[in-house]
């Protein structure tokens, strides 16, 4: 949600924190501000708006020094404002910066008001700084005040302090939110995550729930939730600091939408060989565990929710096993029956999601059989916690709106499928192997899909001053035609719907007119038929029908829709990711030619850390 950047250096740092911060852009945030700690001194900037604008006020009023914290803030308490961004400051002598929410704010506020502090703005962070100033007006240096200071905090927080008196000092503290360590020559920084530091390391520490760090130029010291000195292992990104670069794509969604068939490739790669699943792809033991399962239970939020949806469909027609689909802001708060032998699924691109990572932990308690995580950050809090991980590996994704993120989910609880009707023993051999080989094939039918964004480029232009959308699908399409709706509404601020298109006729039908786009998903399955029926309920209405299909579907189509994507699919298998690729291709183009903010769509964020 929000981005911490901080940095302890004999250098100045500025340039450090201001260019992490643009590397954290892709979480998505309303305000901007820096603190630097220079001859016992604080220098503050900060802003509503971009970072851009943070780095126009340093042009102006540059801050010196070689220790200091940067953040983005994502409104939670108190709308978006200068006043409202961080960092925070109290008694002009200490600067905090927050990710998370803290849930005693109130009382907290209430309790150091009577001690004498005002509060400025309306967020509940700036509780957290007072405390820490209150604490070290007790003769607490900074790493004591900030280890008594959380013990008081109730919620989830990522926080990084700094103060005037104690030059060069860091302190950081998790709970709930994500950290990291960044080790380098003479010099320690702290982030959200590790993007921000790959231009200045490649060695980092990934903070457990309830560490507490003091950093240096030269040195650094952990503490545990206990108090004690802990030791937390040094590992080494592989990943380019250039990775985060846009290159030739005018912005990262496109980019992202273009990288999916080395994505899928790359998730594919050393778990499938001669037609078969290769053993224990979820990890060590995981195939004894796979076999004892009876039921699934997947737990997701947003994009990845949609995901599960079409791997309901696969598990229960492949591998012949019930499944259930669940929001995991929905699920955490209720008592759910757990039938015996029910694997839990939970799905997050970011693996910080603070639903999903909620429903892990409750779930690790309510008798599930194991949980698994099928996740694109290998350091990260969901991977770590889960019994068993499938990796997406899709590479970093910065745009907003999920695209190969998405597609690489699919892929990977496909292999679940697969892996579990081999297992179980519910799907002849042969077809297994030939749906298997089929996987290898996916990538190069992803790239026939992108070859058609010319196509959708000039689809989109029907698209451009419309106000409303409806798309529907029947099957495990459906799910495809509720992610299509959700990119055209997230980047281009159209309102767009997803309805089984057998719906229709019992409500949405009322809302079709010349003025509503109809956009219907159309794979070459036994549903063809139906879904046709409802095309032509559309049509009779007057509505603008637009279908995009398997290219096998065309001969049934064409007689009643001249407007027809042509998708090679490569059967029905891979026909849910295959025919996602037209529908990210035409919210891209659309929101392109609104002249919306593609990659950091108003008031969303990339990873959404807090509830």
């Known amino acids: 949600m929000c981005g911490i950047v901080a940095a302890s250096a004999h250098r100045s740092v500025s340039e450090i924190l201001t260019s992490g911060l643009r590397a954290l852009e892709y979480r998505g945030y309303d305000s901007a501000g820096i603190a630097i700690q220079h001859d016992n001194a604080l220098g503050r900037l900060k802003t509503q708006g971009k970072v851009k604008d943070l780095e126009a006020l340093l042009a102006e009023t540059p801050l010196p020094g070689h220790c200091g914290i940067a953040h983005t803030r994502w409104a939670t308490h108190g709308e978006p404002s200068t006043i409202n961004a961080h960092p925070h ?242 699920y955490r708060y209720r008592n759910p029956v757990v039938p015996e032998n029910t694997l839990f699924v939970t799905i997050s691109q970011s693996g910080e999601t603070a639903d999903t990572l909620a429903a892990l932990r409750y779930a690790k308690d309510s008798g599930y059989l194991a949980t698994v995580a099928i996740c694109n950050v290998p350091e990260s809090s969901v991977v770590r916690e889960a019994d068993l991980v499938l990796m997406t590996r899709a590479g970093l994704e910065i745009g907003v709106a999920s695209t190969k993120a998405f597609t690489t989910q699919l892929v990977a609880l496909q292999l679940l499928v697969l892996e579990l009707a081999q297992l179980k023993e519910t799907v002849d051999p042969g077809q297994l192997s030939s749906w298997t080989r089929a996987l290898s094939q996916l990538p190069e039918k992803i790239n026939k899909a992108l070859d058609l964004d010319s196509r959708i480029e000039l689809l989109a232009e029907r698209f451009v001053e419309k106000h409303h959308a409806l798309f529907l699908g029947r099957g495990s399409h459906y799910p495809i035609a509720m992610e299509g709706a959700l990119k055209l509404k997230e980047i281009s601020y159209i309102h767009a719907e997803a309805y089984p298109a057998g719906e229709l006729k019992h409500g949405p039908l009322a809302l079709v007119d010349y003025d509503m786009p109809v956009v219907a998903v159309a794979p070459n399955n036994r549903l063809l038929k139906k879904l046709i029926s409802n095309i032509e309920e559309v049509r009779a209405r007057g509505g603008e029908m637009y279908v995009i299909a398997d290219a096998e579907a065309l001969g049934s189509l064409k007689e009643h829709h001249g407007m027809i994507i042509e998708v090679d699919t490569g059967g029905a298998l891979l026909a849910p990711v295959v025919l996602s690729i037209p529908l990210q291709l035409l919210a891209y183009h659309v929101a392109v030619l609104r002249g919306t903010d593609v990659d950091q769509p108003r008031n969303l964020a990339k990873s959404v850390t807090v509830e």
Do not use: W
Request: net charge negative; charged share 25%.
């Open 89 to 330: 400051v109290s008694g002009d002598t200490v600067a905090l910066v927050h990710n998370g929410i803290i849930e005693n704010h109130d009382e907290l506020r209430e309790e150091l008001q009577g001690a004498g502090y005002e509060f400025e703005s309306q967020t509940d962070t700036e509780v957290m700084v007072h405390l820490v100033h209150q604490l070290l007006s007790e003769g607490n240096d900074l790493f004591a005040a900030v280890r008594k200071a959380i013990k008081r905090l109730h919620g989830a927080y990522a926080i990084a302090v700094v103060c005037a008196s104690e030059p060069g000092v860091i302190v950081g503290a998790r709970e709930g939110s994500p950290m990291v360590l960044g080790i380098g020559f003479d010099e320690h920084y702290l982030a959200s995550d590790i993007h921000p530091l790959l231009p200045v390391t490649n060695r980092f520490v990934y903070l457990e729930e309830g560490d507490v760090v003091r950093l240096t130029t030269n040195r650094y010291e952990i503490r545990d939730r206990a108090d004690e000195p802990a030791d937390r292992p040094v590992t080494e990104a592989d990943l380019a600091a250039d990775a985060a670069q846009r290159g030739k794509f005018r912005h990262y969604m496109q980019k992202e939408i273009f990288e999916q068939p080395l994505a899928v490739a790359e998730t594919l790669e050393g778990r499938i060989v001669g037609g078969r699943i290769l053993p224990n792809i979820l990890g060590v033991g995981a195939d004894d565990i796979l076999r004892q399962v009876k039921q699934v239970h997947i737990v997701a939020c947003g994009t990845s929710f949609h995901a599960g949806l079409v791997a309901r469909y696969q598990l229960e027609d492949l591998a012949r096993i019930p499944c259930s689909v669940e929001v995991a802001s929905e």
